[in-house]
């Protein structure tokens, strides 16, 4: 039997950075739940950041979820990996820590990512086309974020908005440092996560909220996930990857001969969270 959300319950999924394994990670999850009667892709409201931008666009543009997993199982032969790692994420704290408002210190990380690739990230949006398999923004209210790198200014893009859905989720894929920021209407954007690793605050609106959280701590304590849950409705709760699944991740979250594994183990760990998520969804 499925879950349904109530009807007078506005229900929104939050979809997490994470890389490669990530997004393995989360489709494992969602699969494992809706087989166990619990749907969260019929959300009336998904946000997606960074490896979670990729999910929002695949489950909400009406993708099989049975085929979405498979893939993830598939070899791993055209998927194009990256180091990020502790070395990475070193770079990338100490413009974060220095003083200043939360968006300066996304305007610094911004700078060392057009430091670091100065071109228009043109490439990676063809990457990004051919992972998330869609083209069109769906009929439904996706939420897909991003961070302008000159100014540090949070982007919240939205159908309505007229820029074109990949676009958009390779700009929220942009990892500074590793992959290029991404050209949009003349200025240029990296990876949503800069400003946390979910944004589940853009869950605000909802009545009920299920955040899917690969990486739960971002480069302020308050920008965690942990924190951020504190301003969501009281019919909220978070995943995130429990040890097996940490280790199934290994130590570089974009590297696709771990993409399988994370997988297997988000479908594995789905069946603790099938009665937590339950009660909220239903």
């Given amino acids: 039997m499925t879950t349904q959300p109530q009807p007078d319950l506005r229900t929104a999924l939050v979809l997490g950075g994470g890389g490669i394994t ?8 969602l ?4 087989d166990a009667g619990v749907d969260l ?9 960074s490896a979670g931008s990729v999910v929002g666009a695949q489950v909400t543009s009406g993708l099989d979820l049975d085929a979405l997993y498979a893939g993830q199982l598939e070899p791993p032969d055209h998927e194009i990996g990256a180091a990020f790692g502790l070395r990475e994420l070193v770079s990338l704290v100490g413009p974060a820590l220095l003083p200043g408002s939360p968006r300066a210190r996304r305007r610094r990380v911004g ?12 490439d990676r949006v063809e990457v990004i086309k051919s992972r998330i398999q869609v083209g069109d923004w769906p009929d439904r209210d996706l939420r897909v974020t991003a961070v302008e790198a000159e100014t540090g200014r949070f982007a919240v893009w939205t159908r309505e908005l007229g820029v074109d859905l990949v676009e958009a989720v390779a700009s929220s894929c942009a990892v500074p440092g590793v992959w290029p920021p991404v050209a949009i209407k003349d200025h240029r954007y990296i990876d ?3 400003r946390t690793p979910a944004n589940a605050d853009l869950a605000h609106d909802a009545d009920a909220v299920v955040v899917l959280a690969p990486i739960p701590r971002g480069l302020s304590k308050a920008g965690s996930v942990e924190s951020q849950m504190r301003r969501l409705p009281a019919r909220s709760t978070s995943v995130v990857p429990d040890k097996e699944s940490l280790r199934a ?15 297997r183990a988000g479908l594995r760990q ?4 099938v009665e937590r998520v339950r009660v909220v969804w239903g």
């Fill in 22 to 29: 990530g997004i393995a990670w989360m489709l494992g999850i």
């Fill in 31 to 34: 699969k494992g739940l809706r």
């Fill in 41 to 49: 892709t019929d959300a009336d409201i998904v946000v997606g950041t």
């Fill in 111 to 122: 700078s060392l990512a057009l430091r670091a690739h100065p071109g228009s990230g043109h």
């Fill in 192 to 194: 949503g996560g800069v």
């Fill in 249 to 263: 991740f290994g130590r570089n979250v974009l590297d696709p001969a771990k993409r399988a594994g994370a997988a």
């Fill in 270 to 273: 789905s069946a603790d969270l």
